[in-house]
């Protein structure tokens, strides 16, 4: 089976400062660490959706390894999922769509979700209801197309006509990042003890991003 994966990480931030994909999180980004679970993966495809903090994010964030998507106006509702699918390669048997401000999304959950499921959709059932990853069938990809908003999608899941195969994941909904009140209760989490009381710098990621390219580009400093 060849499988697309798709982060999004189009939508904006306006109470929160800055980008919230340039969130600092366990020592890089919020979106750099949803990436790295994303490539964990192993997709055969893997693709990124950005809005209009793009410049920002590809300044700081390493999307090496992912085909990005444009969707500057995803800010004011627009799905980013419908330009996504312009660029799913054609081989693709179905999409795994993850969120680029929920890296507590694991490898695992990712990959039992699609060796289980039976039916058009599928979806991640956790302790305490639905979440992310879900997962689409090329059959689906029409009506993906007619999504107004990315939220959408769970209205295919919840009261579309399609039948639903919910797979087992461990634990509660991994949290995702919407607000302050969020971002402080993820980096609790998954941080003990280092839950922030201001919003972060970003130079670290900087300066992160840079060795990276330092390393790629065989300079080593």
């Known amino acids: 089976m060849f499988v697309t994966g798709l982060l999004l990480a189009a939508d904006g931030s306006p109470g929160l400062g800055i980008p919230k994909q340039l969130l600092s999180y366990q020592g890089e980004t919020l979106l750099g660490a949803s990436l790295d679970t994303a490539r964990d993966c192993g997709f055969d495809q893997l693709i990124v959706t950005l809005g209009a903090a793009s410049e920002q994010v590809r300044e700081r964030v390493d999307l090496d390894g992912a085909r990005v998507v444009e969707s500057p106006h995803a800010d004011t509702g627009s799905s980013s999922i419908v330009p996504a ?7 693709t048997d179905g999409l795994v769509v993850m969120l680029g401000d929920q890296p ?15 039916t058009p959709v599928g979806v991640s059932r956790y302790d305490n209801g639905r979440g992310h990853p879900c997962f689409f069938t090329r059959e689906m990809f029409g009506e993906l197309r007619s999504l107004r908003r990315d939220q959408d999608i769970w209205d295919l899941i919840d009261d579309g006509p399609r039948t639903v195969t919910d797979v087992d994941a461990v634990g509660n909904v991994p949290l995702r990042v919407e ?5 402080q209760a993820l980096v609790s989490q998954y941080e003990p003890g280092g839950a922030p009381v201001a919003p972060p710098a970003i130079h670290t990621t900087r300066s992160r991003l840079h060795r990276r390219r330092r390393r790629r580009e065989g300079t080593g400093h």
Do not use: C, I
Not at 104 to 118: D, R
Not at 179 to 183: E, H, L, R, S
């Open 85 to 91: 699918l312009d660029v799913v390669d054609r081989r």
């Open 104 to 118: 507590g999304v694991t490898s695992a959950a990712v990959w039992s979700l699609v060796a289980e499921v039976a």
């Open 179 to 183: 607000n302050w009140g969020d971002y």
